[in-house]
């Protein structure tokens, strides 16, 4: 799988860092698990934080120190080179195991979406999948939306988007996505703020992402 679009380094960055929410750090992070080149990235940060902390003073642990790194230490690792690792039957990369998926619920024709459970930020995150030939219906946002597609492909006025690629808007982008010939488009979405969505089918979907 070869992505062409990719989250900026400063995004990449940040997720070694550990300064995004959990949100947005699972929708950067399911990019990276399909992305041999950003996983590069993300190791070169990782490794730069690394001598950056070898020079610094040492200081005394907090008391709960022990008990919050053995809770790490159970945690899964990040992901390994070559081909995706399977988190579940559906073939979803490893990112994605540790969150509880809700059913697909039809929402239009052609369209289902699905929730992801997170737990702390305030990023909405939720999957979606559309029919080949769906036009998803002309939006602007009111805030970030980051999306990886996980199958599929999409274009809009930006360009084309096909299984693994990142796609990164905000207040200055307005698009209609449309889906592209073949099979569905299943994709990982995380938003901070609203959309503003016109027509019928916007207005069916609205209240049901809590936008």
Known sequence: MTAWH????PVLADLSAGNLDEGSALVVATHVALCAACREKVRSFENVGGVLLEGLQPTSLKSDARGTILEKLDLPGPPEDG??????PEGLPAPLANHDLGPWRWIGRGVYWRTVEIHEGDSRVFMLKAAPGTRLPHHRHQGR?????LQGAFRHDLGRYGAGDFDEADESVEHRPFIETGEPCI?????QGGIELQGWFGRLLQPLVRL
């Open 6 to 9: 990719h989250p900026t380094e």
């Open 83 to 88: 081909a995706v690792r399977e988190a579940n």
């Open 145 to 149: 939306e980051w999306t990886c597609v």
């Open 187 to 191: 994709c990982l979405v995380g938003m």
